[in-house]
């Protein structure tokens, strides 16, 4: 029997950081955030061998012809991506969220370094509502986070909500492999190397067995444009990267 968008949305959504726990997924995954935020940027360079660096810049280069000048970067983490879009697009000014606020730390701290704090500013809050007035952005982007939300097409729903008419949403999220081959060796890294360095260097076991078990679980391909269209966004398209490990998704709101 085919499985329906609607039953992927609701997969990813009972996949939670901690099992053993009855707390609801966005206080699951804030506290796996705070607890793995000083670990982050070194696992993502050591998980992808750096090409996530790669994968980021080819999202930029989704919103280049666009030429945003307000972007809202959602689920921000360190504050990678939106030092990337910062640096490559020259918008007039990003807005990063996030739950973490241990994450956030590390993304002020990042900004200050490379003394960006009037281009870019960190709010913490949960997409699910955001504190964002209708039609406020130009752009709305988010790397590697909508497998994290609680409710996936509310999520889409409230980023929509925040784009300006033409404005794009972009997605970067990592996917699962269609090959069997390849799928055979990604399933041997991500399910057992990835889980092993992530406790070894984080001190949290489960944060790196659920990344699997989310990727797992999220809509992918036509069921995650599915969700895009049914916020109310148009020309809704996506594009495979790396053997289909990580996947870029573009919309655009009427």
């Known amino acids: 029997m085919k499985t329906t968008n609607q039953d992927n949305g609701n997969r990813v959504e009972q996949v939670t950081p901690y099992s053993d726990q009855t707390?609801?997924?966005?206080?699951?995954?804030?506290?796996?955030?705070?607890?793995?935020?000083?670990?982050?940027?070194?696992?993502?360079?050591?998980?992808?061998?750096?090409?996530?660096?790669?994968?980021?810049?080819?999202?930029?280069?989704?919103l280049k012809?666009?030429?945003?000048?307000?972007?809202?970067?959602?689920?921000?983490?360190?504050g990678d991506f939106a030092i990337q879009l910062n640096n490559t697009l020259h918008p007039h000014h990003i807005t990063g969220i996030d739950l973490s606020q241990g994450m956030l730390d590390e993304a002020c701290r990042k900004v200050k370094e490379k003394g960006l704090e009037q281009a870019i500013t960190?709010?913490?809050g949960d997409c699910m509502a955001l504190p964002m007035e209708d039609g406020t952005f130009d752009a709305v982007t988010v790397a590697f986070g909508v497998r994290n939300?609680?409710?996936l097409q509310q999520g889409y729903q409230e980023m929509a909500r925040v784009l300006r008419p033409g404005g794009m949403l972009c997605v970067l999220e990592l996917s699962t492999p269609t090959s069997r081959l390849i799928r055979w060796f990604y399933?041997?890294?991500?399910?057992?190397?990835?889980?092993?360095?992530g406790a070894m260097k984080s001190g949290d076991?489960?944060?790196?067995?659920?990344?699997?078990?989310?990727?797992?679980a999220v809509p992918q391909g036509d069921d995650m444009l599915q969700l895009m269209r049914n916020a109310g966004l148009r020309d809704a398209s996506f594009k495979r990267l790396t053997l289909g490990v990580c996947t870029i998704y573009t919309a655009i709101k009427s």
């Open 205 to 216: 076991k489960s944060a790196y067995r659920y990344l699997p078990q989310s990727i797992a």
């Open 122 to 124: 960190f709010v913490q």
């Open 149 to 151: 939300f609680e409710h």
């Open 187 to 197: 399933d041997l890294y991500t399910l057992h190397i990835i889980p092993a360095i």
């Open 65 to 78: 012809r666009l030429m945003p000048t307000t972007i809202l970067d959602v689920a921000t983490g360190t």
């Open 23 to 62: 707390t609801a997924k966005t206080e699951q995954v804030r506290q796996m955030f705070d607890s793995i935020a000083p670990a982050y940027d070194f696992m993502n360079r050591a998980m992808t061998l750096g090409i996530d660096i790669w994968w980021r810049w080819l999202a930029v280069k989704r």
